[in-house]
Every structure is written in structure tokens, then in C-alpha cells.
């Protein structure tokens, strides 16, 4: 069995302090250079959105994790992290969404239920809340369009530099 020199043997990756507000408190291994190239394409996957409005931010991070977690463990960790983050996001959305809709609705009866007892103040009060609460809706897709992009970035920049990104607001539905 021939010795390898300390020089030579194969180097565990450097740790580096993980963010704050990760909850994991702890070091994570750095990415070494090999995978830097494919976490930034992971996190950049969900632009397939773009393409595909529904659902590409979800198809994008689960096809850029099956192509690429079995090369590296680092690569699965940010895989998984990426697809958490955007099933989050889905989540969210879609929860939000259908609560400022239902509310709408109530809005839009309450304006009806007015109209029909006789009184223009309760009509006109029920209409207009209808109205804003479907105006808070659109405005919450604006935010939840922009959030995940902002979020994208960090972790392409942070995963270029090396350190693994954690997504703030996610799931960890895969583990």
C-alpha cells in the first residue's frame, strides 16, 4: 500500500460561519470551486418561471437537484435548499391569495347584502372594501414575484463566494 505525503492527501473543505438567521449556528463547509459553478445554477434554476409562469420556479430547482445531488453532498444540500424556498414561496402565494380572495368575496356580499337592504353607505363600503382587498391581492403577487428574485440573487452571490446559502422564510420539507 503506497503512503500518500500530507501534501498530497485529499483536503476536508474549510468551514465557514453559517448565517445568523439559519438557525443552524453552527460552521458549514465551504463549496470547493468544482461546485460553485453548478450551486449558482441551481439557484438560478427558478428563471425557468419565466418561461413556464406556473410552475417553472418549482420544475427548474427539482430538475437542477436530480441532475446535480449525487455529485456532491454540498450540491444536494443546495439543491434541496433551493426547492424548499420555492415550494415555500408557492405556499405562501397561494395561501395568500386565496384568503384576499375569499375576503374580497365577503367584501363584494356585503356590498350586495347592502344593495339589497336598501342603504347606498353599506353597498358602497362592502364594494370599495372588495375592491381594495382584490387591489392588496395583486399588490401581494408583486411582492411575491419579487421576494424570491431578491433571495435568488443573494444565493448566487453567496454561493460564488464559496459559502452555502439558506434561504430566510423556508420549509424544510426536504431534508
Same mark, same amino acid.
Given at each position: 500500500m503506497k503512503r500518500v505525503p500530507p501534501s498530497e492527501a485529499p483536503q476536508a473543505a474549510p468551514l465557514v460561519p453559517e448565517p445568523a438567521w439559519s438557525g443552524a449556528g453552527g460552521m458549514a463547509p465551504a463549496l470547493p470551486e468544482a461546485d460553485r459553478t453548478p450551486?449558482?445554477?441551481?439557484?438560478?434554476?427558478?428563471l425557468l418561471g419565466l418561461l413556464l409562469p406556473a410552475f417553472g420556479n418549482l420544475l427548474g430547482p427539482l430538475a437542477a437537484w436530480l441532475?446535480?445531488? =449525487?455529485?456532491?453532498?454540498? &450540491?444536494?444540500?443546495? $439543491?434541496?435548499?433551493? %426547492?424548499? *424556498?420555492?415550494?415555500?414561496?408557492?405556499?405562501?402565494?397561494?395561501?395568500g391569495l386565496l384568503l384576499l380572495l375569499g375576503l374580497a368575496g365577503l367584501g363584494f356580499l356585503g356590498g350586495a347584502a347592502?344593495?339589497?337592504?336598501?342603504? =347606498?353607505?353599506?353597498?358602497? &363600503?362592502?364594494?370599495? $372594501?372588495?375592491?381594495? %382587498?382584490? *387591489?392588496?391581492?395583486?399588490?401581494?403577487?408583486?411582492f411575491f414575484y419579487i421576494i424570491p428574485i431578491i433571495f435568488?440573487?443573494?444565493?448566487?452571490?453567496?454561493?460564488?463566494?464559496?459559502?452555502?446559502?439558506?434561504?430566510?422564510?423556508?420549509?424544510?420539507?426536504?431534508?
Open positions: 450551486a449558482m445554477l441551481i439557484h438560478l434554476s427558478p441532475v446535480y445531488r =449525487d455529485r456532491s453532498r454540498v &450540491l444536494d444540500d443546495q $439543491g434541496k435548499e433551493a %426547492l424548499n *424556498f420555492q415550494i415555500s414561496m408557492w405556499i405562501y402565494s397561494t395561501l347592502g344593495a339589497a337592504a336598501g342603504s =347606498d353607505v353599506l353597498a358602497g &363600503l362592502g364594494i370599495f $372594501g372588495g375592491i381594495g %382587498l382584490v *387591489f392588496l391581492a395583486m399588490l401581494g403577487g408583486l435568488m440573487i443573494l444565493a448566487v452571490m453567496s454561493v460564488s463566494d464559496g459559502r452555502p446559502y439558506r434561504y430566510p422564510f423556508t420549509l424544510r420539507l426536504l431534508k
